[in-house]
């Protein structure tokens, strides 16, 4: 795992004062239809495929003045919009994405961080190049010839603003930078389907779109959790420094992972908006740390078989996903999210999103996928 950079550390040490948390990733895993203006996922591996016993290797986020952008083990290319300064918060935002593979289709998401809004239209240099109606979560999606027409302005235009309520300018700098990265990682370069780096080669020379690793999973158990002894609970606090009296609130919560075996959660302290969660498995009576194919921390890289750290804990029965959210501030605009799936004997990583930058970004990008068969 890529370590939280420091300044997202001191999410736990902010005020409690912080603006309200933003809306939060969606906690489906990749494999599964994705949130309004989510990226489609590769379509679900079927059942008879095996395992691929890749080891996760995240992929690294570039900044490109006001742009970020990643481009992950599928190929799908994210480049998020970036308030200009240190620290900034945008208000509406974008975030283009390009998928991989000679058709990779190009899409935009425009979303307004705070309430809703009846239209949104977008300018280039003083002209209407887009403009729609945002859904119940004020996200406005622009596929198709809308989103190239869209992207192909911004990329050769001086100035941008967006209106979904009041105007806000929004930055180019560096997003011709950025796709030009995306043309390269994809190799376009030199072909009619780059976005900047474009020349005379046809699109049947540009690479297909890596296949995403696939991840067996456990089956899904309606079986009651197994309920852990007040005495098992005391002893994994006292050996993992994680008192009852520690701050906020104090739980151990139990989800059944198998028949074998369950899987508790145990509050270990929290900070303003990040809740830490130690996992656990509880097998015959007795509790473990939960083990995981990859290093899961908060904060600096800990030695190697430190127990897991999870942050903002999530457990979701219905798809057996278990999700941690660490917000680097309140508003949710920079941090990192990891989706894990069990497979019988550890935890899994099926999909990471991230955000090195606290600067507004309206969503996470990605940089990690794995697709999850039971």
Do not use: H
Not at 101 to 114: E, I
Not at 155 to 172: D, K, T, V
Not at 286 to 304: C, I, M, Q, R, Y
Not at 353 to 360: A, D, Y
């Amino acid at each position: 795992m890529q370590p939280i950079p420091a300044a997202l550390i001191l999410a736990l040490g902010l005020a409690a004062c912080e603006q309200a948390p933003r809306t939060e990733p969606s906690p489906q895993p990749a494999a599964t239809p994705q949130r309004v203006g989510s990226p489609a996922a590769q379509a679900p591996a079927t059942a008879s495929a095996s395992d691929s016993g890749v080891t996760p290797k995240l992929a690294d986020i570039r900044i490109f003045r006001d742009w970020a952008i990643a481009c992950d083990n599928g190929g799908l290319c994210e480049a998020a919009s970036l308030a200009p300064g240190e620290n900034g918060v945008l208000g509406t935002g974008l975030v283009v994405r390009r998928a991989a593979g000679p058709d990779g289709a190009v899409t935009v998401l425009l979303r307004k961080a705070d309430g809703q809004v009846d239209t949104a239209t977008i300018q280039v240099d003083g002209k209407v190049v887009a403009q729609g109606r945002p859904d119940d979560d004020s996200r406005l999606l622009l596929t198709g010839d809308p989103a190239r027409r869209l992207v192909d302005a911004m990329i050769a235009g001086r100035a941008a603003s967006i209106r979904a309520g009041e105007p806000l300018a929004l930055s180019l700098s560096g997003l011709s930078a950025a796709m030009r990265y995306a043309d390269d990682q994809q190799g376009r370069v030199g072909t009619v389907t780059a976005l900047v780096a474009r020349g005379d080669r046809p699109a049947s020379t540009v690479p297909a779109a890596p296949t995403l690793p696939v991840v067996r999973a456990a089956a899904i158990t309606t079986v009651a959790p197994e309920i852990p002894t007040a005495a098992a609970i005391a002893g994994m606090r006292r050996q993992l420094e994680c008192p009852a009296n520690d701050f906020g609130p104090v739980s151990q919560d139990g989800y059944r992972l198998d028949a074998r075996t369950t899987l508790v959660l145990l509050s270990c302290g929290s900070g303003a908006y990040n809740m830490m969660t130690r996992p656990l498995l509880l097998r015959d009576g007795k509790l473990t740390p939960a083990p995981f194919d990859v290093a899961v921390d908060f904060g600096e890289p800990k030695p190697a078989g430190t127990p897991a750290t999870l942050v903002n804990a999530d457990w979701t029965a219905g798809t057996g996903i278990l999700t941690s959210w660490a917000k680097g501030r309140g508003l949710g605009d920079c941090g990192s999210l990891q989706r894990f799936a069990w497979d019988g004997a550890r935890f899994r990583l099926v999909e990471t999103r991230s955000m090195t930058e606290c600067r507004g970004a309206i969503d996470l990008v990605s940089v990690w996928r794995a697709n999850v068969v039971r």
